[in-house]
């Protein structure tokens, strides 16, 4: 042929709700794109900037994450023992709210692009159900899901926790956080709870 040929990609082929068009101008874009309301069912969407003015050899197709990760670990602010009366620390769910259909507008540079017309709200449950938290150590647990979701300005993040002091006197409440920065893409965002008798802190990373 007598022409040069532009190339862009995207990952993984299916997927899921949206269309997706590509241009010799902007490479590839979604209109429409839905994350799962299930974390355990999101996927890692990615697509690669756009290689332009090729006429032989190799196609370089170098892929990035539209997506925000974010993800949760766990420990306790010191060591308890019987001493303290403490029996048990538990963390019973951990949601946040986010906006989970948007349309992608690239340009093919990928830092050029970005998410617009977002809309529909969704609370991912990103723990739902018990996870124990070890009162005679510090060490770090991975805590619930990691979700994939659409980047975006912040939203609160809720724990909802319970203290069983020596079994008699349990105390179960929530703790709500608002983060002080939005979800970007291509970055992955941990969220270091600890957890004591007086309060419940947050160190995002």
Not at 182 to 197: A, F, P, S, V
């Amino acid at each position: 042929k007598d022409a040069d040929l532009k190339f862009a990609c995207y990952s993984p082929f299916e997927f899921g709700t949206g269309v997706v068009t590509a241009t010799a101008a902007n490479g590839v874009m979604f209109t429409g794109f839905k994350t799962k309301d299930a974390v355990k069912d999101q996927i890692d969407l990615m697509v690669s900037e756009v290689s332009a003015a090729l006429t032989s050899g190799p196609v370089a197709v170098p892929f990035h994450h539209l997506l925000s990760q974010i993800k949760f670990d766990i420990k306790t602010d010191k060591t308890y023992d019987v001493n303290d009366k403490v029996v048990e620390f538990k963390i019973n769910s951990v949601t946040f709210t986010a906006w989970s259909t948007a349309d992608y507008i690239a340009d093919g540079t990928i830092a050029g692009g970005s998410w617009m017309n977002h809309k529909n709200a969704v609370v991912y449950d990103v723990l739902d159900g018990v996870a124990e938290v070890v009162p005679m150590n510090q060490t770090v647990e991975a805590l619930g899901e990691e979700a994939l979701i659409i980047p975006q300005n912040y939203g609160p993040i809720t724990v909802n926790y319970t203290i069983d002091y020596d079994g008699t006197n349990k105390v179960t409440t929530d703790y709500v956080i608002t983060p002080t920065e939005g979800w970007e893409r291509n970055k992955i965002y941990t969220y270091h709870i600890t957890i004591g008798l007086d309060e419940i802190l947050f160190a995002p990373q």
